[in-house]
């Protein structure tokens, strides 16, 4: 998943050391959340096999996990206000740890501990992601922002990317093991969680010492991103485009999370591929593995086109192969579903911008609503769950089709909302 720092301009004291070192331990803070994010796509359907669940009640880790976007954004601003970015960004990754290090006894208590462990983990990265993006900005000269904020949103695509190949060779490797024992073999098969997650919970403690002892420039701008999680004054909705652009975060995040979601299920359904859970989790790093590679494709396009229209080109072809998912089978139906991830690429960055577009004062509050949309991501996987179960798995995933259906009207309504500056048509 991609996250998008706000517009709003902030001033920094000057860092008493260069800015390399704490721009790498910055980068792998992206690293780091968009593999932790991606790899709810291998436990899904891990836990939904160890606990005999439903696709809604495997869908509640989604819920809990993005969820937290929504219940801890506006306290993760107020603490960042009150003890500052790089205070607050050790605070995240300390409860982030903390997440990590609940599914140790989680593997022995059941699903409960499991989804209050990823509420926990969640809440740390909001944290975080609050805390830390905008040191990318000021980490460096001004003119050079940009570059660095496409680096960082590289690592983080590439941590999603990676994310659930590594939980398939860690995790999922053992899930096929069966025995005479089947309570023991899901005890093992719990297990599996625990090493990884340790591991996990260990490199997050290291970042966070890091991160504490590192000189960073220290944020005085009082007019700051935080500010915008403190609440939302009803002028930012005023601006029916920054409303329709929060439906399409909603949406947007939603989709893409509920589609790798249930990519491993869906793969492994005998008339798509019939993938053992370990194998599948490999294609599901191609589907965000897509999103790194269209991101660079689309940094290029939209110099000569408009955002609006490029969004709405990929909403298109995004419609369509999901559509092709659903109605086909075998190897057609596997490789239509992993290429939306190409195309999901520039949705994020896209929609932010142009919900942005013309809030002047009111941006930060704007960027606030957006950054709760996120929620979207709970709520989504959940109700194509629902459908699931219900209608059966390839049925289901008309609930993305129709996410993108907004976004692509969305595109359209706003693909004239303004020109860049290189003369975007």
Known sequence: MEHTATNRPLAATPA????????????????????????????IPHLKAIYTLSYVQA???????????????????????????????VIGLAIAACGCALFYPAATSGYGLFLFAFFV??????????????????????????????????????????????GGMLILSGAAAVGADQVAARAREAAAVQGPYLALAAALAILAVLFALARLPKIV??????AALDGVKGSALAHRHLVLGAVAIFLYVGGEVSIG?????????????????????????????????????GFAVMR??????????NAVLAIA??????????????????????????????IFSMALHGLGRHTGQGSG????????????????????????LQVSFIVPALCYGFILYFGLKYANLYRLETGAA
């Open 16 to 43: 008493t050391g260069g800015t390399t070192a704490p721009l790498v331990i910055v980068t792998i803070l992206f690293f780091m959340w968009g593999l932790l994010t991606s790899l709810n796509d291998v436990l």
């Open 321 to 350: 192969l999901v559509l092709c998912a659903m109605f086909t089978s075998g190897g057609v139906a596997m490789w239509a579903i992993l290429a939306v991830g190409l195309f999901n690429s520039i949705m994020f960055p896209t």
């Open 59 to 89: 869908m509640l880790v989604q819920f809990c996990f993005f969820g937290a976007y929504f219940i801890v954004s506006l306290p993760a601003g107020a603490l960042i206000r009150r003890v500052g970015y790089q205070a607050g960004a």
């Open 221 to 226: 701008d009082g007019d700051d991103p935080a």
């Open 369 to 392: 609503i957006l950054c709760m949309a996120i929620v979207g991501g709970a709520v989504v996987p959940f109700a194509q769950g629902y459908l699931a179960d219900t209608a059966g």
């Open 304 to 313: 000569t086109v408009s955002p609006g229209k490029a969004l709405a080109f």
């Open 261 to 297: 979601s249930f990519l491993v299920n869906f793969l492994g359904e005998p008339g798509i591929a019939g993938l053992a859970p370990a194998t599948a989790a490999h294609y599901v790093s191609l589907y965000w593995g897509g999103a790194l590679v269209g991101r660079f494709i």
């Open 121 to 166: 983990l969640a809440s740390g990265i909001t944290i975080l992601q609050v805390a830390a993006n905008p040191y990318v900005t000021v980490l460096g000269p001004a003119a050079t922002a940009s570059s660095r904020l496409t680096l960082t949103q590289a690592f983080n695509s590439l941590g999603t990317t990676v994310g659930p190949a590594l």
